[in-house]
T-cell receptor, first 112, second 111 residues
Framework: NAGVMQNPRHLVRRRGQEARLRCSPM?????VYWYRQLPEEGLKFMVY????????ESGMPKERFSAEFPKEGPSILRIQQVVRGDSAAYFC??????????FGNGTRLTVT | GQQLNQSPQSMFIQEGEDVSMNCTSS?????WLWYKQDPGEGPVLLIA?????ELTSNGRLTAQFGITRKDSFLNISASIPSDVGIYFC???????????FGSGTQLTVLP
């Protein structure tokens, strides 16, 4: 059973560009969570989604950030008009229930 | 929001020694989880605790869910070089489904 798959592993964007991060949950998992990690810090919750629904986006910045988990395909975290402060590791977690358990290896976003 | 205090921030120990780290919270959690993160990788779940007072082992690792539901500890016995990494506690509580993470304990095992 494949784990949580995230791609790309590394993403470099210039200021003002868009970043799209993808997450394919483990097979059979319909709950997806996105977290952000700055260097030498713990993970910070951003958003929780189930198929086609955003359940909790209380940790996501109100502007420029959006997330979706369509009926078919991976979950997408989208950051528009990236700024240097968006540079971080973004992790996705999935679970068969409403408690996140298993994390992917993350996407490391660098904004130049 | 919920906050977790994890200590120590870093530890240097000799191979073969036991090590202990803990997390405390200002609020009650219903679930405590312990993860290990290696450089460039995602957190890997080590132990999950679901009941106050619960003591659970996974090989050389033992973790407990505090009776007050506001703390948890992780013990690693007879440390080996591959134990090196960052250990995070995470808690889930109240109506929030997401996990709140501690700031991590960086473990270094000296030969």
């Amino acid at each position: 059973n494949a784990g949580v798959m995230q791609n790309p592993r590394h993403l470099v964007r210039r200021r003002g560009q868009e970043a799209r991060l993808r997450c394919s949950p483990m097979k059979g998992h319909s709950h997806v969570y996105w977290y952000r990690q700055l260097p030498e810090e713990g993970l910070k919750f951003m958003v929780y989604l189930q198929k086609e629904n955003i359940i909790d986006e209380s940790g996501m910045p109100k502007e420029r950030f959006s997330a979706e988990f369509p009926k078919e395909g991976p979950s997408i975290l989208r950051i528009q008009q990236v700024v240097r402060g968006d540079s971080a590791a973004y992790f996705c977690a999935s679970s068969p229930t409403d408690s996140p358990l298993h994390f992917g290896n993350g996407t490391r976003l660098t904004v130049t | 929001g919920q906050q977790l205090n994890q200590s120590p921030q870093s530890m240097f120990i000799q191979e073969g020694e036991d090590v202990s780290m803990n997390c405390t919270s200002s609020s009650i959690f219903n679930t405590w989880l312990w993860y290990k993160q290696d450089p460039g990788e995602g957190p890997v779940l080590l132990i999950a605790l679901y009941k106050a007072g619960e003591l659970t082992s996974n090989g050389r690792l033992t973790a407990q869910f505090g009776i007050t539901r506001k703390d948890s500890f992780l013990n690693i016995s007879a440390s080996i070089p591959s134990d090196v990494g960052i250990y995070f506690c995470a808690g889930q509580g109240g109506s929030a489904r997401q996990l709140t993470f501690g700031s991590g304990t960086q473990l270094t095992v000296l030969p």
